[in-house]
């Protein structure tokens, strides 16, 4: 089994910034890459960013590219995920999450921490 814990949600005012931690622990010997989602109140769940173990390729959601920064570290199955210049709209529950299979979809899942930006 795998798991996943994040770290590092609060509360902050617009302008502000953030860094989310997340940590995999257990059967984490294969992964392909980690990933955050968030989920705002009454909407979908929506990516935000990923990182790839393979080459160190990162994407973005066009809504957080220039302001947000995904960084992991391989060896320790951790990413984490600096936030800037946060908005009201930033405001959700931010999951981490872990492919282990490379076929194109996440496995695991973290359960979340509450990131709310204040106007």
């Known amino acids: 089994q795998v798991q996943l814990v994040e770290s590092g949600g609060g509360l902050v005012q617009a302008g502000g910034s953030l860094r989310l931690s997340c940590a995999a622990s257990?059967?984490?010997?294969?992964?392909?890459?980690m990933g955050w989602f968030r989920q705002a109140p009454g909407k979908g769940r929506a990516f935000v960013a990923s990182i790839s173990w393979r080459g160190g390729i990162t994407y973005y959601a066009d809504s957080v590219k220039g302001r947000f920064t995904i960084s992991g570290d391989n060896a320790k199955n951790t990413v984490w995920l600096q936030m800037n210049s946060l908005k009201p709209e930033d405001t959700a529950v931010y999951y981490c999450a872990l492919d282990t299979r490379g076929l194109g979809s996440y496995d695991y899942w973290g359960q979340g921490t509450q990131v709310t930006v204040s106007a």
């Open positions: 257990g059967r984490t010997y294969s992964s392909y890459r």
